[in-house]
């Protein structure tokens, strides 16, 4: 399974930004952030595909931007305009079998996880 670490997690005042990064040792078809809040179902919020399609859900779309850097084997997670709503733990996922241009969102669609990094929202 590939080994991913995530970093950049913290706390924030509603409308300030954050950067997740996640380094990745391994070739993947899709990378995705996933997030889970306390009581709540983990949710995905933003894949890449390896081909450069990326798609959003539509609780963080315009607020949150995903990229990697193939150089230094990175993927992030650009936060901005965040909410209390958006207080969760966040988790880099990656998914080594084949897929299609369009990545799944479901957290069964991925074999490699991270172990998280805790983003919390105050007002």
């Known amino acids: 399974l590939p080994q991913l670490m995530e970093s950049g997690g913290g706390s924030v005042q509603a409308g300030g930004s954050l950067r997740l990064s996640c380094k990745y040792r391994?070739?993947?078809?899709?990378m995705g952030w996933f997030r889970q809040a306390p009581g709540k179902e983990r949710e995905g919020v933003a894949f890449?595909?390896?081909?450069?399609?990326?798609k959003y859900a539509d609780s963080v779309k315009g607020r949150f931007g995903i990229s990697v850097d193939d150089t230094s084997d990175t993927l992030y997670l650009q936060l901005d305009s965040l909410n209390p709503e958006d207080t969760a733990m966040y988790y880099c996922?990656?998914?080594?079998?084949?897929?299609?241009?369009?990545?799944?969102?479901?957290?069964?669609?991925?074999?490699?996880w991270g172990q998280g990094t805790q983003v919390t929202v105050t007002s």
């Open positions: 996922a990656a998914r080594t079998q084949y897929a299609t241009a369009d990545c799944p969102t479901g957290t069964r669609d991925y074999n490699g």
């Open positions: 391994y070739g993947w078809y899709c």
């Open positions: 890449l595909h390896a081909h450069g399609r990326s």
